[in-house]
Nanobody
Framework: QVQLVESGGGLVQAGGSLRLSCVASERTSSIYVMGWFRQAPGKEREFVAGITWRSNPYYADSVKGRFAISRDNAKNTVYLQMNSLKPEDTAVYYC??????????????????WGKGILVTVSS
């Protein structure tokens, strides 16, 4: 199975920026869609952003206008540029990948691949 490794998390003040990266171990149909979910303490995991192989982006309403997702297929890498960060963005961010955009957006139980997660903390 494809492996996903996240990087770029950390501590940032409200209003600041971070860029997350996620590298897939191989190029297969399983990474047709790549993107990010997040889980805050005491809350369920939620969709953040996703992007198809052809760079069609999808965003949760809570991050539209602040976050930008992109990918570099030659590097098997997806990025999440996070601007104007808010304390409510604090969460463990998980990279994910799947062949289907429909399944990805629904946080499909059988998601093809998950990263181990990376912590983003936004202080006020």
């Amino acid at each position: 199975q494809v492996q996903l490794v996240e990087s770029g998390g950390g501590l940032v003040q409200a209003g600041g920026s971070l860029r997350l990266s996620c590298v897939a171990s191989e190029r297969t149909s399983s990474i047709y869609v790549m993107g990010w979910f997040r889980q805050a303490p005491g809350k369920e995991r939620e969709f953040v952003a996703g992007i198809t192989w052809r760079s069609n982006p999808y965003y949760a309403d809570s991050v539209k206008g602040r976050f930008a997702i992109s990918r570099d297929n030659a590097k098997n890498t997806v990025y999440l540029q996070m601007n104007s960060l808010k304390p409510e963005d604090t969460a463990v961010y998980y990279c994910a990948a799947d062949p289907s955009i429909e399944r990805f957006l629904k946080d499909y139980l059988g998601m093809a691949a998950w990263g181990k997660g990376i912590l983003v903390t936004v202080s006020s």
